[in-house]
């Protein structure tokens, strides 16, 4: 069992920058793929950007260019850089855990293991 945990959410100004962070229990082949997702309420849980064991990442178009994803392995740590954000990135930022096939796309049922989440606020 793979356990998430999400910080780093805050208020910013339109044009400001966050970096979110998620600290996993463990790394295992359940974390093969690591993603963050976004949602608003009313509306479905989108992909943002995703990254595999071996390094390789995918960024959702929304947010290509300004959003960075990244890991530290040794310190089981999931990072995403966020730029130059807009009000339209305000949402509740999940960290996904999956088996590497969850890295196929953007359908969140692949993933196995969620975070409870941080809000990030854009004005």
């Known amino acids: 069992h793979v356990q998430l945990v999400e910080s780093g959410g805050d208020s910013v100004q339109a044009g400001g920058s966050l970096r979110l962070q998620c600290v996993a229990s463990v790394y295992t082949v359940d974390t093969d793929c690591m993603a963050w997702y976004r949602q608003t309420p009313g509306d479905t849980r989108r992909g943002v950007a995703s990254i595999e064991t071996d390094g390789s990442t995918r960024i959702a178009d929304s947010v290509k260019g300004r959003f960075t994803i990244s890991q530290d392995k040794y310190e089981n740590t999931l990072y995403l850089l966020m730029n130059s954000l807009h009000p339209d990135d305000t949402a509740m930022y999940y960290c996904?855990?999956?088996?590497?096939?969850?890295?196929?796309?953007?359908?969140?049922?692949?993933?196995?293991?969620w975070g409870q989440g941080t809000q990030v606020t854009v004005s």
């Open positions: 996904a855990a999956g088996p590497r096939a969850a890295c196929g796309g953007w359908w969140d049922g692949g993933f196995e293991y």
